[in-house]
C-alpha cells in the first residue's frame, strides 16, 4: 500500500526555521517525484515545487522560489519542506503528494496526511 | 491567487446529477491535461481524475470528467450524501510554469 506519512502539527515564532518531514512507504521512492503542496485557512491549493528522490532535481512553483527550500534524503525515503525564517503568513496546512508518473505536469495521486504550521508571536 | 475559476458552490438532492465548470486560458487547459481532486472535510485531497477524463482504480464511475477547449467540467451522477466535500480542478500552465488549480467548489447535498 502506498503512503506518505508526515511530520506533526508545529507551532512556531515569527523569525524560527522550520524542516517538515515526508516519508514513503509501498512504492520504489526514488521512481517518483514528490511535490509540496499549501492550503491556507479556508484557501485553495497552491504547487510550491517538486523534487526526483533519485537525484534531488527540484524545481520549484515561481511563487515559493526562494521562500522555502525542498530536500530529499534517499536512503531513508524521506522528503523534506525547510523555512529559514518564517512569517505569520506562512501559517497553513501543507500535504506532500507523490506525482503519478514523470515530471510536474503529472497529477497527485497519492497525499500525505498534511501538517498543519502554525506562526504566530 | 488561482487562476483556473471555479462556482464557489453547487448542490443537489440525493440520485440528482451535479455539474462543476473550471474555467482556464490557452497557457492551461487550453494545451494540457486537467485533473480533479475531492476534499472531504478535515481530510487530505483526493485523486478523482486525470487527463481529463481518467479514473484512478477505485474511484466511482459516477464521476466523469470533460474538456473542450479552455474549460473542463466535473460531473457527479446519482449523487450521495458522501460526496459532499471540496472539489479543486488543476492543470499545468506552460506560461507561468506553474501547476495552477481552481479556487474549488463546495458540493452540498440537500
Known amino acids: 500500500e502506498v503512503q506518505l506519512v508526515q511530520s506533526g502539527a508545529e507551532v512556531k515564532k515569527p523569525g524560527e526555521s522550520l524542516k517538515i518531514s515526508c516519508k514513503g512507504s509501498?512504492?520504489?521512492?526514488?521512481?517518483?517525484?514528490v511535490a509540496w503542496v499549501r492550503q491556507m485557512p479556508g484557501k485553495s491549493l497552491e504547487w510550491m515545487g517538486v523534487?526526483?528522490?533519485?537525484?534531488?532535481?527540484?524545481r520549484y512553483s515561481p511563487s515559493f522560489q526562494g521562500q522555502v527550500t525542498i530536500s530529499a534524503d534517499k536512503s531513508i525515503r524521506v522528503a523534506y519542506l525547510q523555512w529559514t525564517s518564517l512569517k505569520a503568513s506562512d501559517t497553513a496546512m501543507y500535504y506532500c503528494?507523490?506525482?503519478?508518473?514523470?515530471?510536474?505536469?503529472?497529477?497527485?495521486?497519492?497525499w500525505g496526511q498534511g501538517a498543519l504550521v502554525t506562526v504566530s508571536s | 491567487q488561482s487562476v483556473l475559476t471555479q462556482p464557489p458552490s453547487a448542490s443537489g438532492t440525493p440520485g440528482q446529477r451535479v455539474s462543476i465548470s473550471c474555467s482556464g486560458s490557452?497557457?492551461?487547459?487550453?494545451?494540457?491535461?486537467v485533473k480533479w481532486y475531492q476534499q472531504l472535510p478535515g481530510t487530505a485531497p483526493k485523486l478523482l481524475i486525470y487527463?481529463?477524463?481518467r479514473r484512478p482504480s477505485g474511484v466511482p464511475d459516477r464521476f466523469s470528467g470533460s474538456k473542450s477547449g479552455t474549460s473542463a467540467s466535473l460531473a457527479i451522477s446519482g449523487l450521495q450524501s458522501e460526496d459532499e466535500a471540496d472539489y479543486y480542478c488543476?492543470?499545468?500552465?506552460?506560461?507561468?510554469?506553474?501547476?495552477?488549480f481552481g479556487t474549488g467548489t463546495t458540493v452540498t447535498v440537500l
Open positions: 503528494a507523490r506525482l503519478q508518473y514523470g515530471g510536474p505536469p503529472a497529477a497527485f495521486d497519492f
Open positions: 509501498g512504492y520504489t521512492f526514488t521512481n517518483y517525484w
Open positions: 523534487i526526483y528522490p533519485a537525484d534531488s532535481d527540484t
Open positions: 490557452s497557457s492551461n487547459i487550453g494545451s494540457n491535461n
Open positions: 487527463t481529463n477524463s
Open positions: 488543476a492543470a499545468w500552465d506552460a506560461s507561468l510554469n506553474d501547476y495552477v
